[in-house]
C-alpha cells in the first residue's frame, strides 16, 4: 500500500520523488462498537472494508418513561449520505434478529422496515408502500439535511405513529397486531466498496435515547 506525503511542491511515493499533486493519509482500521462517549452520544465507527454492505445495531431496554413511546436523537458524522442510519423499536427480548426500524440519510429520506424470518436468516419488510420512482424510500421536509445535523426520530405504538423532530409523518401510520416486544435500539449501514472510502473517510453516527 502507498503512503503520500510530502512538503513544498515535492512529494515523495513509495521511495519516488515526484511533484505533488495530492496529499493524503490514510487512517488506519479500526471499529467502534456503540461506545458511550464524553459528549452523552452511543457511537458507531468504522472504515473497515470487510463490512462493506452490513447493518449493524445494538439493543436494550427502552429507558422511556412511557412504554408505550420510542425516542432517540441521532446524527451522521461521515459515511455514504444516501445510507440509512436510525432507530429499532419493538425489537424481541428473545432473539435480537426481530425489530422494527426507521431509517434515514443525510439528504432527508427514510424508510420504515420490519425484520421477519426468511428460511434459515432474516430479511428487512418495507413497511412502505412500493413505488416505481420512489421505491420504498420517502423523503421527509421535516429531517434536519446534512452531516453532523442532529435529527429526533420518535414512535408512539398505539397506531406506531412517527414523528421527525416532534413533527408527524403525514398520511402514515401502520399497526401491527403482534409487535415482538417493547426493546429500543440504534442501527447503523455501511455501503458498498463504491459508495463507500475506506479507510479514509469512515461511516461515523452518534446517538442517544431519550
Known amino acids: 500500500m502507498d503512503f503520500f506525503g510530502g512538503s ?11 511533484p505533488c499533486r495530492w496529499r493524503r493519509y490514510d487512517l488506519p482500521i479500526s471499529t467502534i462498537e456503540y461506545t458511550l462517549g464524553s459528549d452523552g452520544f452511543y457511537r458507531y ?15 436494550f431496554e427502552n429507558p422511556n418513561d412511557d412504554p408505550d413511546v420510542y425516542e432517540i436523537e441521532c446524527k451522521k458524522i ?3 449520505n444516501n445510507y440509512g442510519y436510525g432507530m429499532i423499536f419493538g425489537a424481541s427480548d428473545e432473539n435480537v434478529n426481530l425489530f422494527y426500524s426507521v431509517l434515514i440519510d443525510t439528504t432527508g429520506w427514510y424508510t420504515i422496515n420490519k425484520r421477519v424470518p426468511n428460511g434459515t436468516g432474516f430479511r428487512n419488510e418495507p413497511m412502505i408502500p412500493n ?27 398505539d397506531e406506531y405513529s412517527i414523528y421527525f423532530n416532534d413533527s408527524a409523518i403525514a398520511n402514515y401510520s401502520f399497526t401491527d397486531e403482534e409487535p ?24 461515523d453516527t452518534r446517538f442517544r435515547a431519550k
Open 45 to 59: 465507527y468504522t472504515n473497515d472494508p470487510s463490512y462493506y454492505n452490513y447493518g449493524f445495531w445494538t439493543i
Open 131 to 157: 413505488d416505481e420512482e420512489l421505491g420504498r424510500w420517502r423523503s421527509s421536509g421535516n429531517l434536519n439535511d446534512g452531516y453532523n445535523m442532529l435529527n429526533t426520530i420518535k414512535v408512539e405504538v
Open 180 to 203: 415482538y416486544g417493547n426493546r429500543i435500539g440504534f442501527y447503523t449501514s455501511v455501503s458498498s466498496e463504491e459508495n463507500e472510502d475506506f479507510p479514509n473517510t469512515p461511516v
Open 8 to 18: 513544498g511542491n515535492w512529494c515523495f511515493v513509495s521511495g519516488m520523488r515526484q
Open 78 to 80: 461521515s459515511g455514504a
